[in-house]
DNA sequence: CTGGATTCTGGGAGCGCTCACAGTCTCTGG
DNA sequence: CCAGAGACTGTGAGCGCTCCCAGAATCCAG
């Protein structure tokens, strides 16, 4: 940085100026760094840079699933995509730490709050993980895909309208004449685990409790789960099934049993993802726009690091009818 | 650190040495640096310590695809997956960057070479980029996924045994009587797509043009290289595809023609990724392990940074027989 | 008892940057 | 013509750490 000043006549101070935006700064001088700055070859060093303003312009995105749903779930790697661009849109960095295990979870804890970054993206199927309580006590500023159960007023959060999806599901399912309505629900400690349940609840009110089932998101759990609903209700005619890659594994399931989709049962997912057309019968399914979700995320987070300031953002869904239902 | 210092009553000094490995400090000094870490909740600061240091214990992973491949190919996912792992264990960072577009592939170039990773993991389909040379110039640590096509003598790479996988499936296919043997091989600026090939030429010589078609990697791909194929040589009684997932492509095209598989068409792919299980018929394919080649990777990218060392590995392949051919 | 390793410790210098502050110069209105 | 506002510039201090060097303490062999 000296050698910049220097071959450009003029001191640090004017070079730090033009490198932050160019403000108290004359035409001759600007043009004479930036001159300078191709003659040299001159990159500025982040880390000193950092040392001093105490930000990194990075954020780590915390993927803090037990499984390795990253492979199985076509939504994680959209939401991944779509984070790091908007990211480096603002010149920010995105940096990827995987979190399994409990002990990933305090080693990631730990280097948060090292100051490498200066928020983040929390990607977690699970609630109640000690790690959010640690990044809020370093003051850190968070934003949580989907609803952070018990963490509502605390941090910041994007999520899909999931309640008013499944509503517009079994709504859908009903309207179509469908009595026997059964659904294949995600964890019940996750947000689209219990939010989705109780759009269903909204529409049918308390219903059989037969007709419940619950899967994990993998399609493995979708055939299981179905398999088990046929056994308890065989008259069964519909089944919202609360993600599409769990959809494809019920499918197979009642095909298995012998039965026609929608003919005999009808199908309903949740998500819209890749799966969702992957093969027939192509699915009647719920939209959530994972692409918008990230771009909210990345502006939440950095109002968030620029303000301070916590906001929730509720993004429409939307039925989107094709062939299973 | 000074605040350490203070409430463990040492210096500075020894501070340091107790944070970067304790040697040259006596048991009592230890003990009691510990301590004063505990107690006053200290963490390092990573940019001061990277200022001097001159490395920034992180990584950059650069995926320079221009097509959205992260999400057809499931092989991308594990390994971002297995390096994340890897260079957690070594106590590195991954910072993930995106660059498809070219502008992309100049912003990440440049942010590459101001000093924020200590080394690259390269995974780009498509040879030649000006990004290898700009890297190399900076004399910045490269490890490549997959033979890096003009640079192989520059920069290390890990690699399945491409050439040696497509001499197995085409060897297999013959064994079983197949006389007109089809390929559908990826882009042909690929190492994917040129040493598989030159397997299948290994095998069956010079043979017939009208026999190979080219994709492009993805599932629809698949199925227009198939179409071509059965235009061209509607004789043909195997094809080795490239790609499980153009595997599938090719046997939704294959179907669409009334033909049965393996009976009257057998199809061989290459991955041995999920999708080669993931629906009827279950693909015989070439096996090539994608966690191997990530922790081969990162142990390949620690030797290049802490000793400048450049090497190639090339892994093993193994035919996986199952129903389509 | 002494000289020279060997182990351990403290403190100064400096990594490359930003920021605050003091100072200079120019332009305005009274 | 002058005071004051505004535009612009240079300089010193300091961010939090590691590294190097000098010196103190300890130990062993001669």
Request: proline share 4%.
């Amino acid at each position: 940085m000296e050698d910049v000043a220097d071959v450009a006549g003029v001191s640090r101070g004017t070079v730090s100026r033009v490198l932050n935006g160019g403000h108290y700064v004359s035409p001759d001088a600007l043009a004479a760094v930036q001159r300078a700055i191709r003659k040299t070859g001159y990159v500025v060093n982040q880390h000193a840079r950092s040392l001093v303003t105490q930000r990194s312009d990075s954020v780590a995105f915390i993927l803090s699933d037990p499984q390795d749903r990253l492979f199985e779930d076509p939504n994680f790697a959209i939401l991944l995509k779509g984070c790091t661009q908007a990211l480096a849109e603002r010149g920010i960095t995105l940096v990827l730490t995987i979190a399994g295990t409990l002990e990933d979870r305090k080693r990631v804890g730990r280097w948060v709050t090292a100051g490498h970054v200066d928020g983040v993206l929390l990607v977690s199927e699970h609630a109640g993980s000690p790690l959010i309580d640690e990044l809020r006590s370093r003051g850190l500023p968070i934003v949580a895909a989907g609803r952070p159960i018990g963490y509502e007023r605390d941090i910041s959060y994007v999520a899909a309208d999931d309640r008013d999806g499944a509503r517009q599901m079994v709504t859908y399912l009903r309207s179509r004449g469908h009595q026997r309505i059964g659904i294949i629900t995600g964890p019940i400690d996750t947000p689209g685990g219990v939010d989705r349940l109780a759009g269903y609840h909204d529409v049918l009110g308390d219903g059989d409790p037969r007709l419940v089932a619950t899967g994990d998101y993998t399609e493995d759990s979708g055939a299981r789960a179905m398999d088990e609903l046929l056994l308890r209700a065989p008259d069964l005619d519909a089944v919202f099934v609360c993600s599409d890659l769990m959809a494809r594994g019920a499918i197979t399931a009642l095909r298995r049993a012998g039965k026609r989709i929608p003919e005999d049962v009808a199908v309903g997912g949740f998500d819209d993802s890749k799966v969702a057309v992957s093969a027939p019968p192509l699915l009647t399914t719920i939209r959530q726009d994972f692409v918008r979700v990230s771009t909210e995320m990345v502006r939440l987070l950095h109002d968030g690091i620029t303000s301070g300031d916590r906001a929730a953002v509720i993004l429409p869904t939307e039925l989107v009818v094709r062939d299973s239902a």
